[in-house]
């Protein structure tokens, strides 16, 4: 069974630090885009950052660029999100998603291109 669980969310005051990580099981995701994704209650899900499975390639919201640095470590199965400089607007639920139709050409940048899906791990930044 195909499994992704995010972990490392909290609550950070405004300008700190998190690292987010999400540990995949169930199969090897060393040919898988991964990306992160967030989202807030009653709106939609808001692409963050996407890798691709060679981590050659990775791509990043705007408003996220030059803050977050996302990773992936094949061996462990794990993909990781380095969250800096966090802003209040950065407060969500953030989800970790992991797919296999799209592995040619950029990563993806939308949630109907990813197949699985984490069960999200909050952020909360306080000013």
């Known amino acids: 069974q195909v499994q992704l669980v995010e972990s490392g969310g909290g609550l950070v005051q405004a300008g700190g630090s998190l690292r987010l990580s999400c540990a995949a099981s169930g199969r090897s995701f060393s040919n898988a885009v991964m990306g992160w994704f967030r989202q807030a209650p009653g709106k939609e899900r808001e692409f963050v950052a996407t890798i691709s499975s060679s981590s050659s390639t990775t791509s990043y919201a705007d408003s996220m660029k030059g803050r977050f640095t996302i990773s992936k470590d094949n061996a462990k199965n794990t993909l990781y999100l380095q969250m800096n400089g966090l802003k209040p607007e950065d407060t969500d639920e953030y989800y970790c998603?992991?797919?296999?139709?799209?592995?040619?050409?950029?990563?993806?940048?939308?949630?109907?291109?990813?197949?699985?899906w984490g069960q999200g791990t909050q952020v909360t930044v306080v000013s």
């Open positions: 998603a992991a797919g296999f139709r799209n592995t040619l050409g950029p990563p993806p940048k939308v949630a109907g291109a990813f197949d699985y």
